[in-house]
């Protein structure tokens, strides 16, 4: 994950070394959390900092939709919105959290309008 505007969390982090020491079993991506608090007054983004255990403004967790394998070393997540859900709002960060609740991966964006008559996919490609 390269885009300065995505971050892997301190605990996602911890977690892969822990994992990789094999003092845990590294917990599944299970979700993405969605937020409006990933840009200034003016839409521009705001950078995310690995120490955060959370969004800036979470609004709403929703279980990932599917996921799939896009090269060796790279995992991409989508989750998709239903027309009802989040209608109205102004998503601008979203993140992934694991089978443990925890936030591993935040996102930030121009703020996305969620009108109430359309569905929205959202994807975050976990690279390594």
């Known amino acids: 994950m390269s885009n300065l505007n995505t971050i892997i969390t301190v ?40 120490n955060q255990s959370t969004l800036t403004n979470e609004l709403y ?8 394998m896009i090269s060796t070393t790279t995992c991409r997540y989508y989750c998709t919105l239903s027309t009802s859900e989040m209608a109205g709002e102004s998503i601008s960060e979203i993140g992934l959290y694991d089978a443990n609740g925890d936030l591993v991966c935040i996102k930030t964006f121009i703020p996305k309008g969620k009108d109430g008559d359309t569905e929205q996919t959202y994807v975050i490609d976990d690279a390594f």
């Open 61 to 68: 967790r929703k279980t990932i939709t599917s996921s799939e």
């Open 11 to 50: 605990k996602g982090r911890e977690n892969m070394a822990k994992g990789r020491a094999g003092l845990i079993t590294l917990p599944a991506i299970t979700g993405m959390a969605f937020g409006d608090g990933g840009a200034d007054a003016g839409g521009t983004p705001i950078a995310p900092t690995a």
